[in-house]
């Protein structure tokens, strides 16, 4: 199954629905599709589970950079920055990795256990 993100204003996905691979054997044909069915002329980005399109799978909110080609979350703290290569959004400081749940303190800079 193909997956296709609506743009919005400011390249922001709306919502992501399922075409038929049958159907959509190209992203061109996926798209008109998806407009000739829903009668519009919406922007449609085709987007993969598994990053082979557009490096991150597109959700709702998240943002279609042009010049990256790429989906982009929305960013989550102030102090994270993108990395350029997975266009995925970073911490200043590496989590932990000991197996133990972690949330991000933007106050402190760090990360805090989450006792679940």
């Known amino acids: ?7 919005g204003v400011g390249n922001i996905v709306e919502t992501v629905i399922v075409v038929s691979n049958d159907i959509a054997t190209t992203e061109q044909a996926g798209s008109d599709f998806i407009n000739k069915l829903y009668n519009t002329r919406d922007v449609w980005k085709q987007t993969s589970y598994n990053g082979n399109i557009r ?5 709702v909110g998240y943002t279609y950079d042009q010049t990256r080609d790429a989906f982009i979350a929305p960013k989550p703290y102030a ?4 990395d350029e290569t997975t266009c995925r959004w ?20 760090q990360w805090i256990v989450d006792n679940r």
């Not at 199954?1 to 743009?7: D, E, S, V, Y």
């Open 90 to 109: 970073e911490a200043p400081v590496a989590m932990p990795d000991d197996g133990k749940y972690y949330d991000w303190n933007e106050e402190t800079q």
């Open 79 to 82: 102090s994270w920055t993108l």
């Open 55 to 59: 490096k991150n799978f597109a959700g």
């Open 1 to 7: 199954m193909a997956h296709f993100a609506k743009l």
